[in-house]
């Protein structure tokens, strides 16, 4: 079966930074993504890695670990906005395949 | 500006009804999607199309049907609506492999379905 985990809920402090950890096992990678959601909002796109290695874009960064199924993103310098749902998702294949989705961290940014 | 608009932000049904969710992207995407999002379970799919007139089954198809008979429009059909069929549903697009940021998925605004 295809198994993503993600801590279902986190607090942090306006101005620090926060790590949101992702562990996967599926059959087969071809990446792995991560998406913010707002609530009561469609999920957007923040980033994408398939290779080994740390993908920085501004505040955000996202790093993978293929060998250990394992991806975290890094959001720095919190801001109130950034309180939202962070979703995890593998694509499995190369090919037309859909992305499967973690469940989704909870993120609370408090003053 | 990739947009994906879903016919209704908001929807009551009562058990039994037909209901018919339609989803338009405007990127002339070959990939289409439909999701259900619930509390706890996170995003679970239902059904997928990679070209006019394909489908596929997700993970939770039962109770559902989809018709793509036009390249833009995904539509998700709930034949006979059910109280455990409410729930928000996602749309989302995206482009073929190999083509420029055909990974990134697209999403529309999603629909809130209440059955009764």
């Known amino acids: 079966g295809q198994n993503i985990d993600q801590p279902t809920e986190m607090t942090a402090t306006e101005g620090a930074i926060v790590q949101i950890n992702c562990t996967y096992q599926?059959?087969?990678?071809?990446?792995l993504f991560w998406y913010q959601q707002h609530a009561g909002e469609a999920p957007t796109f923040l980033s994408y890695?398939?290779?080994?290695g740390l993908e920085e874009k501004g505040r955000f960064s996202s790093f993978l670990s293929r060998s250990k199924g394992y991806s975290y993103l890094l959001l720095k310098e919190l801001q109130m906005k950034d309180s939202a749902s962070y979703l995890c998702?593998?694509?499995?294949?190369?090919?037309?395949?859909?992305?499967?989705f973690g469940k989704g961290t909870r993120l609370s940014v408090i003053a | 500006d990739v947009k994906v608009t879903q016919s209704s932000r908001y929807l009551v049904k009562r058990t039994g009804e037909k209901v018919f969710l339609e989803c338009v992207q405007d990127m002339d995407h070959e990939n289409m999607f439909w999701y259900r999002q619930d509390p706890g379970l996170g995003l679970r799919l239902i059904y997928f199309?990679?070209?006019?007139?394909?489908?596929e089954k997700g993970d939770i198809p039962e109770g559902y049907s989809v018709s793509r008979e036009k390249k833009e429009r995904f539509s998700l059909i709930l034949e006979s609506a059910s109280t455990n069929q409410t729930s928000m549903y996602l749309c989302a697009s995206n482009s073929s492999p190999g083509t420029v940021k055909s990974y990134e998925q697209y999403f529309g605004p999603g629909t809130r379905l209440t059955v009764t």
């Open positions: 599926t059959s087969g990678f071809n990446g």
């Open positions: 998702a593998v694509r499995r294949n190369s090919g037309n395949t859909p992305l499967v």
């Open positions: 890695n398939v290779l080994d």
């Open positions: 199309s990679y070209d006019v007139k394909m489908k």
